[in-house]
């Protein structure tokens, strides 16, 4: 049964495949939540690994009993992920925070001071070295803010990612929100409750590897553009009245032409403004696709993840609880 009393602050933690790491994480995370003077919980989302990941939570779970295991029904994605941690949480604020060690735990007490003492609704981790992420993963992600904040008018900062504090009235605000494929990131500060930051230096991944490649950031690029503007559906609008505007030009050229005559055969120019206006035509269908499918998905209203089992609770099914062989390899 679940207790009496809520902690006073809950610890968001997703996971996918992450056996390797996840001993690393307890021997820093544990001395740092314990050493807050609250209570607390910390509430790890397995987003379907497929490796030990299981095991090796029930396994620290043993010695741990503030930790707390979610495990999602299948892979989620990693937003996906933290909004099931967000949705079960019971702490007076959240943190969220990844398992690869790369944002350090120890910043929590820094957070939760600032929380209390400024009386802010959120506290926002922000790298003031990034020094272990390469070049290119620097340049492009503060471009990529710029564009964000340009399109969509957020506050988002550059360097902050999704290691923050936030109020029980702001989880709930964002708990409340209907829409799909939600951004954390952008999100949060899009709500504009009051906030702060504390800033750290982001270190290397402690252990396994990193399970957000280039196709999954351009996919995150793609759903905060869509889910925060509408300005690619502007740009859309202007790049079709350029176009006209073009073509207009194009048939008064032609008309006086043939009234000097000074006709000549025009395959290549015909061929290229047939070519560029077909270009524009699927530039503006692609961006308008993309945000008919957001409609469709939200008025489809399928859940984004499925519960299948919660430490705190119970598994969802008689067929959803640990198997014989991940209790038995825990107690060992």
Same mark, same amino acid.
């Given at each position: 049964?679940?207790?009496?009393?809520?902690?006073?602050?809950?610890?968001?933690?997703?996971?996918?495949?992450?056996?390797?790491?996840?001993?690393?994480?307890?021997?820093?995370?544990?001395?740092?939540?314990?050493?807050?003077?609250?209570?607390?919980?910390?509430? !790890?989302?397995?987003d379907g690994s497929t490796d030990s990941t299981a095991v090796v939570l029930q396994r620290i779970r043993r010695?741990?009993?503030?930790?707390?295991?979610?495990?999602?029904?299948?892979?989620?994605?990693?937003?996906?992920?933290?909004?099931?941690?967000?949705? %079960?949480?019971?702490?007076?604020?959240?943190?969220?925070?990844?398992?690869?060690?790369?944002?350090?735990?120890?910043?929590?007490?820094?957070?939760?001071?600032?929380?209390?003492?400024?009386?802010?609704? %959120?506290?926002?981790?922000?790298?003031?070295?990034?020094?272990?992420?390469?070049?290119?993963?620097?340049?492009?992600?503060?471009?990529?803010?710029?564009?964000?904040?340009?399109?969509?008018?957020?506050?988002?900062?550059?360097?902050?990612?999704?290691?923050?504090?936030?109020?029980?009235?702001?989880?709930?605000? %964002?708990?409340?929100?209907?829409?799909?494929?939600?951004?954390?990131?952008?999100?949060?500060?899009? @709500?504009?409750f009051p906030s702060a930051s504390v800033s750290y230096r982001r270190d290397e991944r402690a252990a396994g590897?990193?399970?957000?490649? @280039?196709?999954?950031?351009?996919?995150?690029?793609?759903?905060?553009? !869509?889910?925060?503007?509408?300005?690619? @559906?502007?740009?859309?609008?202007?790049?079709?009245?350029?176009?006209?505007?073009?073509?207009?030009? @194009?048939?008064?050229?032609?008309?006086?032409?043939?009234?000097?005559?000074?006709?000549?055969?025009?395959? !290549?120019?015909?061929?290229?403004?047939?070519?560029?206006?077909?270009?524009?035509?699927?530039?503006?269908?692609?961006?308008?696709?993309?945000?008919?499918?957001?409609?469709? &998905?939200?008025?489809?209203?399928?859940?984004?993840?499925?519960?299948?089992?919660?430490?705190?609770?119970?598994?969802?099914?008689?067929?959803?609880?640990?198997?014989? &062989?991940?209790?038995?390899?825990?107690?060992?």
């Amino acid at each position: 049964m679940p207790p009496a009393l809520s902690p006073e602050l809950s610890i968001v933690v997703p996971v996918y495949n992450e056996e390797d790491v996840l001993p690393l994480l307890a021997q820093r995370l544990r001395p740092v939540a314990d050493g807050l003077g609250a209570t607390y919980e910390v509430v !790890t989302v397995d987003d379907g690994s497929t490796d030990s990941t299981a095991v090796v939570l029930q396994r620290i779970r043993r010695e741990w009993p503030e930790l707390r295991v979610v495990r999602l029904r299948a892979n989620a994605g990693h937003q996906a992920a933290i909004s099931a941690g967000l949705a %079960v949480a019971r702490g007076d604020y959240v943190v969220t925070l990844d398992a690869d060690l790369q944002d350090p735990p120890e910043v929590i007490a820094q957070m939760l001071a600032v929380a209390r003492d400024e009386r802010v609704d %959120v506290v926002y981790g922000v790298r003031s070295d990034r020094s272990s992420d390469s070049a290119f993963k620097r340049l492009s992600a503060r471009a990529f803010y710029r564009v964000i904040r340009a399109l969509s008018g957020t506050s988002a900062q550059s360097d902050a990612g999704d290691y923050r504090m936030m109020s029980r009235a702001t989880v709930e605000a %964002v708990n409340s929100l209907p829409e799909h494929n939600r951004v954390l990131r952008f999100i949060v500060p899009a @709500l504009g409750f009051p906030s702060a930051s504390v800033s750290y230096r982001r270190d290397e991944r402690a252990a396994g590897r990193s399970k957000y490649p @280039l196709a999954k950031m351009l996919r995150l690029s793609i759903d905060s553009v !869509t889910g925060f503007s509408i300005a690619p @559906l502007r740009a859309a609008t202007w790049l079709g009245l350029t176009g006209g505007l073009a073509a207009v030009a @194009l048939l008064v050229y032609a008309l006086v032409a043939q009234l000097v005559g000074h006709t000549l055969p025009g395959w !290549t120019s015909t061929v290229v403004a047939v070519a560029g206006v077909g270009a524009v035509q699927l530039l503006c269908l692609g961006i308008l696709g993309e945000y008919v499918g957001r409609m469709y &998905a939200m008025m489809q209203a399928r859940p984004t993840y499925f519960i299948a089992y919660d430490s705190l609770t119970g598994p969802a099914t008689s067929s959803d609880a640990p198997l014989p &062989a991940e209790s038995h390899q825990a107690s060992l």
